[in-house]
C-alpha cells in the first residue's frame, strides 16, 4: 500500500512568489490535514480537508490557503511569499480509524530567499 | 498560551534508563492525545494514544494521562540508542479531525 506522496519535495522560492504544494493520501483515506514544521515551533496546524470540504482551519494569514479533489489529492497554496514562510510542510491523511492517526507524507522543504 | 506544551530538551538518559517525556495542554474539553516519534530528517509516526485517564503500556512505552491536572506524560522503559528522536506529543479535538501537535522533546539515549 503506497504511502502519502508530497511533491515537490524541496523547492526555493523569492519573496513575494506564490508556490503550491500537492498531496497525495494513501487510497482510501478522504482526511488530509497540512502542517508547517519550523524548529522550535513544532508541527502548527494549517487545514484539514475531507470529501473536498475544509472542516478545521489553524491559525495561519489567508494567504495561505488550500483545496481537495474528489481523489482525495490536496493542494496547498502559499501566496506572496515571506522569509518566514521558510519550512518543512508535512500532508497526512487519516482513514476511517478510530485511533486517530495520521500518517505523514516526507514533507516539501520551502525556502523562501 | 500554547495549546499543547512541552519542553523542548534536550533531554540526555544513559542506555537502559527510563526516560520520561512530558506534556501540558490547555483545553480541558481535550479527549484524545497522542504521542509521535520523529527521526531526524523522517516524518512522525505514531507510537501510542490514550483517551483515558490513567496508564496505558506497550512494551516499553508507557503513556499516562491526568485530565485533572491537564498533564500527559510518556514514559520509555530501557532506552535504547535507536529511541533517539524527537517526540510530539498532540491531541485531537472535532473527532481528531483537527490534531495540535507540541513541539517535541529532542531525545537522547547514550550508549
Known amino acids: 500500500k503506497a504511502g502519502v506522496t508530497q511533491t515537490p519535495r524541496y523547492l526555493i522560492k523569492t519573496r513575494g512568489q506564490q508556490v503550491t504544494l500537492s498531496c497525495s493520501p494513501i487510497?482510501?483515506?478522504?482526511?488530509v490535514s497540512w502542517y508547517q514544521q519550523t524548529p522550535g515551533q513544532g508541527l502548527q496546524f494549517l487545514f484539514e480537508y475531507f470529501s473536498e470540504t475544509q472542516r478545521n482551519k489553524g491559525n495561519f494569514p489567508g494567504r495561505f490557503s488550500g483545496r481537495q479533489f474528489s481523489n482525495s489529492r490536496s493542494e496547498m497554496n502559499v501566496s506572496t511569499l515571506e522569509l518566514g514562510d521558510s519550512a518543512l510542510y508535512l500532508c497526512?491523511?487519516?482513514?476511517?480509524?478510530?485511533?486517530?492517526?495520521?500518517?505523514f507524507g516526507e514533507g516539501s522543504r520551502l525556502t523562501v530567499l | 498560551q500554547k495549546e499543547v506544551e512541552q519542553n523542548s530538551g534536550p533531554l540526555s538518559v544513559p542506555e537502559g534508563a527510563i526516560a520520561s517525556l512530558n506534556c501540558t495542554y490547555s483545553d480541558r474539553g481535550s479527549q484524545s492525545f497522542f504521542w509521535y516519534r520523529q527521526y531526524s530528517g523522517k516524518s512522525p509516526e505514531l507510537i501510542m494514544f490514550?483517551?483515558?485517564?490513567g496508564d496505558k503500556e506497550d512494551g516499553r512505552f508507557t503513556a499516562q494521562l491526568n485530565k485533572a491536572s491537564q498533564y500527559v506524560s510518556l514514559l520509555i522503559r530501557d532506552s535504547q540508542p535507536s529511541d533517539s528522536a524527537t517526540y510530539l506529543c498532540?491531541?485531537?479535538?472535532?473527532?481528531?479531525?483537527?490534531?495540535?501537535f507540541g513541539a517535541g522533546t529532542r531525545l537522547t539515549v547514550k550508549p
Open positions: 487510497s482510501g483515506h478522504r482526511s
Open positions: 498532540a491531541l485531537g479535538k472535532d473527532n481528531n479531525n483537527d490534531m495540535r
Open positions: 497526512a491523511s487519516r482513514g476511517g480509524s478510530l485511533t486517530g492517526e495520521l500518517f
Open positions: 490514550i483517551y483515558s485517564n
